[in-house]
């Protein structure tokens, strides 16, 4: 599970912006009555959703790319070599100062902090910490490059690691394909705990058993967005890929091939639920970028269910759709708006931390008012087209 995440220096992002999924201790002592937004951890609660929300260009996408690259540096950067190029940019308005990732974690039973920073085209530092016992303990930490200390027994023979890791690999990275057992342990979460994309994912490659536990969900998700698909079927596999038909109310005996003949978002549906399920019994912290595209929003809410009913995966997600914005489905804490200021820094805060959110009674009215900064002002549009039209 993800406790935190903190990015700074990252494209639109420059000032640290951060993503807690520590539950609020002042609703929590109100007794809000969304218990299965909570995940129990160690005596604390944890949030199972967190919803981006704001205009276009306000920097939405930027954090989910940034645990993107963090998540693939960590699991890629031992394959690197000298010639390989970080693919980000740091905030352009600003200084030359380091990009920093942060991502405090669970796995396994125990709490795990990592970070990393980059500048000039290296890693700069680099640490792992960890709670056994829920005391913190240093496993490693690196500065100006290539000074490393460690905790007692931490690491066994870690000048052999450091002679392999160059300015472009993460330690972390480096000592996990050398088979050190707790670098190993953190870098099974990122491998098979954190899922950021669902792009290039092909649903006909899921194993004919996972696709018939998933089924009966697939079809209740088609009857919610009132689809007239009352069937999905595997048929026999190809190449080792399953084959998808779906069957319509006009004529059920009548055969589909899912993949070229049913709307995208409708196997854009199917993609998000399969691979879900696939994780729902790992705990797996899910990164979607506008995860409700060409889903309706009934659709969108189905799936935002099967995250509560899991008990234990979490969602981050990014959405323009201000019906998501309902207090009486996500708590103040899930609802982080995100607002690009004059400077071209990206501000991500949730809602908990406004003053007065509790009086507030629609939340999605105050959201489109423009009362959080979320949404932009334009103007008189009308007078301004009526205006090009007339010298046109």
């Known amino acids: 599970m993800v406790i935190a995440l903190k990015v700074k220096n990252f494209f639109s992002i420059r000032d640290e912006a951060v993503l807690d999924f520590t539950v609020d201790s002042s609703s929590r002592r109100n007794q809000d009555p969304l218990s299965d937004n909570i995940i129990e951890f160690n005596g604390d609660g ?12 306000a920097g939405k996408s930027n954090i989910i790319k940034a645990i993107a690259f963090c ?14 190029e970080f693919e980000f940019e740091p905030f352009k308005f600003g200084q030359a100062i380091p990009s920093e ?62 002679a392999n890791t160059g300015p472009k690999t993460l330690f972390l990275s480096r000592a996990s394909s050398m088979n050190r057992e707790i670098p190993q342990t953190a870098y099974g979460f990122f491998l098979n705990e954190m899922l950021t994309e669902i792009k290039g994912m092909d649903y006909t490659a899921v194993s004919r058993e996972d696709f ?37 109310k006009e004529n059920p005996e009548i055969a589909f091939d899912f993949d070229k003949e049913e709307s995208e978002g409708t196997k854009r549906l199917l993609s998000i639920l399969l691979i879900l399920f696939q994780r729902l019994r790992f705990g797996v912290a899910v990164f979607l970028d506008e995860f ?11 799936i935002l269910d ?7 995966m979490q969602l981050v997600f990014t959405s ?12 103040p804490e899930q609802m982080v708006l995100v607002t690009k200021h004059p400077d071209g820094n990206s501000e991500f805060v949730p809602l908990s931390d406004y003053e007065g959110i509790e009086r507030i009674s629609d939340i999605r009215k105050a959201y ?3 009362r959080f900064d979320g949404v932009p002002y334009i103007g008189n549009i009308q007078a301004l087209i009526s205006s090009t039209i007339t010298r046109i």
């Open 46 to 57: 944890l949030v199972n959703i967190l919803g981006l929300f704001g205009g276009n260009a």
């Open 71 to 84: 998540r693939d540096l960590v699991l890629n950067s031992h394959l690197s070599n000298e010639g390989y």
């Open 368 to 370: 489109l008012q423009g």
């Open 292 to 302: 409700d595209l060409k889903l309706h929003l009934y659709l969108a809410e189905f």
């Open 212 to 248: 018939e536990l998933c089924r009966p969900i697939l079809l209740q998700a088609l009857e919610v967005s009132d689809s007239d698909i009352v069937d999905i079927r595997c048929d026999e596999s190809v190449a080792g890929r399953l084959r998808l038909l779906s069957f319509h």
């Open 320 to 331: 323009h759709n201000p019906m998501l914005l309902d207090s009486s489905k996500l708590r």
């Open 101 to 162: 990732f942060y991502i405090d974690f669970e796995t396994k039973g125990v709490e795990y902090e990592y970070s990393f920073s980059i500048i000039n085209g290296r890693i700069e530092s680099e640490s792992l910490y960890h709670y056994p016992n829920r005391r913190k303990a240093k496993v490693f930490a690196r500065e100006n490059g290539n000074v490393y200390s460690y905790g007692k027994g931490m690491i066994p023979r870690p000048a052999e690691i450091e």
């Open 306 to 312: 099967v995250v509560r009913a899991s008990k234990r």
